[in-house]
Nanobody, 119 residues
């Protein structure tokens, strides 16, 4: 099993920045099987949506709404993924969830961290 622990959320003014972190822990076999990690978000009354993902090999994917403002990175040795969020907008307000996918297509989810952007 894999556990994901997010940190770094909070309240920020529009135009500001936040950095989210997500550390994966668990047994070595499960951790070594993780192929991709990433972030989703869910705003009140909305469906959960993809924000960004990164594979073990470094391939990145971004939602169009965050391209040019958010940057995802990963420290494979620490089993940690980061999301640097710059030029935050009011519409970025949401609960951000960390996710990890294994080579057996098992999905793991964190508890979520709140990001609130004041306009």
């Amino acid at each position: 099993q894999v556990q994901l622990l997010e940190s770094g959320g909070g309240l920020v003014q529009a135009g500001g920045s936040l950095r989210l972190s997500c550390a994966a822990s668990g047994d070595s076999i499960s951790l070594s099987g993780i192929t991709a990690m990433g972030w989703y978000r869910q705003a009140p009354g909305e469906q959960r949506e993809l924000v960004s993902t990164i594979t073990t090999g470094g391939n990145r994917k971004y939602a169009d709404s965050v391209k040019g403002r958010f940057t995802i990175s990963r420290d494979n040795a620490k089993n940690t993924v980061y999301l640097q969020m710059n030029n935050l907008k009011f519409e970025d307000t949401a609960v951000y969830y960390c996710t990890a996918i294994s080579d057996s297509w098992t999905e793991y989810w964190g508890q979520g961290t709140q990001v609130t952007v004041s306009s």
